[in-house]
């Protein structure tokens, strides 16, 4: 995925000087060793951190090796005040961890006492002001430390991505979905850039790329991609002007930052001078991590990136969109098991979904946009869709928004997407939470979210989360199992 930070994570490791270093020394050796095993884009730091004059040293090293994420390892107890100061001065993310005692048979020479320096860390932590990531529990063996530090790798990954991020959006928000129009001011909070333009500039760069070179290239790509499910030749080169039109777009115009994506009006005057809809071009550029979130929708677009960096795997947003027929949940009930009824619901959009993520994926034409502007003949102007039945497997929904008083909050559920045939259009599935009636209702609907969602065909609720925790987002909701209340929901 090319639209992602690469991330490079030093290891320093830390000693208190009433504790043996060759204790850190030795415990840091082995946790590279073990990140090594994975093969963890990990880079040993040799400086160990014991005063506040060693914290020059190491930012000094790790700038030299291009290291954007930071773990601070204690080895032993570990100095609270030039570890912390390490962690702010340190321009990136960064995890503390510590130790765990190894064996019974040396706890005189040999007993580090990070288990007791984590709480001293903490409280030097929260007097600096600082975020870092704490993982649920901090103490390990090396392999228990590695695996943390792979949980961190796709934690770093979202925040230095959104730290690089410029969000692009053409058109303004539709009044038809105010719910999309969220205030963009916690996205400057962040540090996040936003560029806003018109539909008619839009328009102006797709005209001069006609003449692109890049237009045949993706032509080709674009035939190869679709198969036997290319249903409109005679569309392909329009689709692929477009698609080199946002792309040379995005090139030209991240300024200082490294990272693009779109949040685009896609209709209803689109569709009559550009003479299609953007949704299989929307696919495509997802999995290169450039997410395209329908509607304008700019914090959609946001939480379909989040989802990318955290899991490398492509994004979409969908409509949470209507509910499974009680006929197609009876006559499905072997696969469906153990889940409720209410446990169901159809995720769907109009195509905009990539065609990994599709069963025999085939481009289209919008049902619903043909009904209304070109009723009385065949399709033409609203052709473009990629449509499928979303693949069956592991899957998590998200959301990072603004509320109307721009206060950041954010959901996650995982979930599965169901081997069952939506007996539907556009790109869609049946999707399984439990309890994601009550999530609907004391989530979705009481905290006013809108109908997008960005969905991932993995679970990612653990980065996702602590990601959200990172960026300072302190309501950050997730589906509590029957007998766990949400605010205000009525126990009777």
Known sequence: MKNVPEIKIGVVAVSRDCFPIDLSKRRHQQVIAACNKRTLPV??????????????????????????????????????????????????PVMFAGAA??????????????????????????LRGLNPYIPDYPIGLP????????????????????????IFSFGPRPYDFLACNAPIKPLYDLGIEVMENSELDLYDLVVNAKKDPMVPEISKQMQEQLGDGNSYPDLIEKLAQFEVALRRFMDDNLGASKYGIFANKCWPAFEKYFGHVPCYINSRLAADGIPVACEVDIYGALSEYMAACATLVTPTILDINNTVPRDMYEHNLEKIKPYKHTDLFMGFHCGNTNAACLLDPKMNYQLIMHRT?????????TRGTLEGQIKNGPVTIFRFQSTADTQLRSYVAQGEVLDIDPRSFGSTGVFAIEEM???????????????????????????LFAAARMLGVKDVDFTLPKGHYYPGENPF
């Open 43 to 92: 880079v040993p730091v040799e400086k160990i951190v014991e005063s506040d004059a060693d914290v020059p040293k190491v930012i000094e090293q790790v700038t030299g090796k291009d290291v954007n994420a930071l773990v601070v390892y204690l080895g032993n107890f570990g100095p609270e005040g030039p570890e912390t100061l390490l962690a702010r001065k340190f321009d990136g």
């Open 101 to 126: 005692e190894e064996s019974r048979e040396n706890l005189f020479g040999d007993r580090g006492d990070a288990y007791c320096g984590m709480l001293n860390a903490s409280y030097n932590i929260g």
């Open 143 to 166: 392999d228990e430390i590695a695996e943390m530090v792979a949980d961190f790798l796709q934690v770093a990954r979202v925040i230095i991505g959104l730290k690089h991020l410029k």
């Open 373 to 381: 502007m070109e009723p009385e003949s065949e399709p033409d102007i």
């Open 437 to 463: 009636a009550r999530f609907y209702r004391h989530v979705l609907i009481q905290k006013r979210y809108p109908h997008h969602t960005a969905a991932v065909l993995a679970h990612a609720g653990k980065p």
